[in-house]
């Protein structure tokens, strides 16, 4: 069984930094893409950024561009989340995923059917 582990949530005010890792453990795969999505309370899943290892290619939703930034290692199946400039609407929990079916190459997948694995979701929350 595949588990994906994300750490560095936190409580931080606006403007301020965070940095989220996310790392995959348990039956060895090779993950094509990975992302990030997050929910805060009373609303839908949302993509916030991805990374396509076929062509390194990535990909922020429009909300973060300019202030987050995603980055990994292919080799270890780890996947980064910088964020910056923090506002309290980035407050939710925030959730990696990655994808071991195919990929197209420099493909931007952006939705949650994209993926194959989850990982549990860490809180973000930014205080104004």
């Known amino acids: 069984q595949v588990q994906l582990v994300e750490s560095g949530g936190g409580l931080v005010q606006a403007g301020g930094s965070l940095r989220l890792s996310c790392a995959a453990s348990?039956?060895?795969?090779?993950?094509?893409?990975m992302g990030w999505f997050r929910q805060a309370p009373g609303k839908e899943r949302e993509f916030v950024a991805t990374i396509n290892w076929r062509g390194g290619v990535t990909y922020q939703a429009d909300s973060v561009k300019g202030r987050f930034a995603i980055s990994g290692e292919n080799a270890k199946d780890t996947v980064f989340l910088q964020m910056n400039s923090l506002k309290p609407e980035d407050t939710a929990v925030y959730t990696c995923?990655?994808?071991?079916?195919?990929?197209?190459?420099?493909?931007?997948?952006?939705?949650?059917?994209?993926?194959?694995?989850w990982g549990q979701g860490t809180q973000v929350t930014v205080s104004s």
């Open positions: 348990g039956r060895t795969f090779s993950a094509v893409a």
């Open positions: 995923a990655a994808r071991r079916s195919p990929a197209a190459h420099s493909a931007i997948y952006s939705n949650t059917r994209d993926y194959d694995y």
